[in-house]
């Protein structure tokens, strides 16, 4: 028995954990909605079926924050009185649907082609088992019972570590993993390391080949590159510049930012470059780890943006880490997004 209640323990703290975590990225997503007056989508993704204006966006993010919020306190910590119970359960199923709804319209465009996906599974499904989780065990049992100790404390702080962590890993690597290419004005590539010989590393090569494949394709009329200068003191938009026109691409279509130091610093200056040249629409390359942290500061600069994972050689040795260290920087970002000025 004792067993028994430690893995409910573990169960409903993971899934409060996933379920918090919806509620804070969205909680996030109204306040930057209010900030900068248009909307913010939420972070860990349901779309909204209310519109694309900033008070549907803000009484979205709020109605996902209230409901998730709640669904997290609910099974976790006591039991909630009925009346209170039966409109969370209800919101949950609305959100259930549309998650449902979400979930057939990604496979639907995978089918027809329109976008391709080395892991053909949305985070909307991930979301829709979250919920329909929930609501299972609002209506069949209490949260936890009995007098709580030291082991189940613990348990309980773990589990919800592990939710959390478990919702934006998945998004993070489902969002990577589907690449949304289709005819844009310019592609973006981020930098990464440049040897001190000022050749390109094996994980820039890669972002620069499928750049360079888009132009091919026809797919962009310009590639910009972004990047800063490492330790090595070789500035990286300048060696990814000249990788691309040794493989034939020409000069005059090549648009280069050397003050690439970040994600943001290039997003914003992206913006920059972009509106001199009268470009609207961008492709955004990058390793697929990289890609919803992209995403997520590309929209924030009001840049059309969709994007592209870069086709990988070979695995990189350091993947694992890059994956780790993605999760933390776009839920940082994520629940930061408030307090960075506003777009202009």
């Known amino acids: 028995m004792k067993s028994r209640r430690l893995m409910s323990v573990c169960g409903r703290s993971c899934l409060a954990g996933a379920s918090l975590i919806v509620a804070l990225t969205s909680f996030a997503s109204a306040l930057s909605a209010l900030r900068w007056q248009r909307a913010a989508e939420p972070c860990v993704w349901i779309s909204n079926p209310l519109g694309n204006g900033e008070w549907a966006s803000v009484v979205w993010n709020v109605l996902l924050t209230v409901v ?3 669904a997290a306190a609910a099974v976790l910590i006591r039991e909630p009185p009925t009346r209170l119970r039966r409109p969370v359960c209800c919101g949950l199923v609305a959100l259930a649907v549309r998650s449902m709804f979400d979930a057939v319209v990604f496979f639907r465009v995978v089918a027809r082609e329109e976008i391709t996906s080395s892991l053909p599974i949305p985070l909307s499904l991930g979301v829709l ?11 069949r049992t209490a949260p936890i019972g009995g007098k709580r100790s030291w082991i189940t404390t613990m348990l309980t702080i773990a589990g919800m570590g592990v939710g959390q962590v478990l919702m934006i890993a998945l998004h993070v690597l489902t969002f ?4 949304y290419r289709r005819d844009a004005d310019v592609a973006v590539v981020l930098g990464a390391q440049v040897r001190s010989d000022g050749s390109v590393s094996l994980a820039l090569s890669d972002r620069l080949d499928t750049a360079a494949e888009l132009f091919r394709e026809g797919r ?3 590639v910009l590159v972004s990047g800063a200068t490492g330790v090595e003191g070789i500035n990286e938009a300048s060696a990814m510049r000249g990788y691309l026109i040794e493989a034939g691409l020409p000069a005059d279509r090549l648009l280069a930012d050397p003050e690439g130091f970040n994600t943001l610093a290039t ?4 913006r920059r470059l972009m509106a001199e040249q009268r470009l609207t629409s961008a492709l955004v390359v990058s390793h697929y780890f990289h890609l919803a942290r992209c995403k997520l500061l590309f929209e924030e600069q009001k840049i059309a943006a969709v994007t592209v994972p870069a086709r990988m050689s070979r695995r990189l040795v350091l993947e694992s880490y890059y994956f780790a260290r993605e999760c933390v920087g776009y839920l940082w970002y994520a629940l930061t997004r408030p307090l960075r000025p506003v777009p202009l």
Do not use: I
């Open 267 to 270: 997003a914003r200056n992206a």
């Open 220 to 222: 962009v009329r310009f």
């Open 176 to 179: 990577g993993s589907t690449d």
């Open 129 to 139: 088992a979250v919920l329909l989780t929930n609501v299972w065990l609002l209506r």
């Open 68 to 70: 998730m919020g709640f």
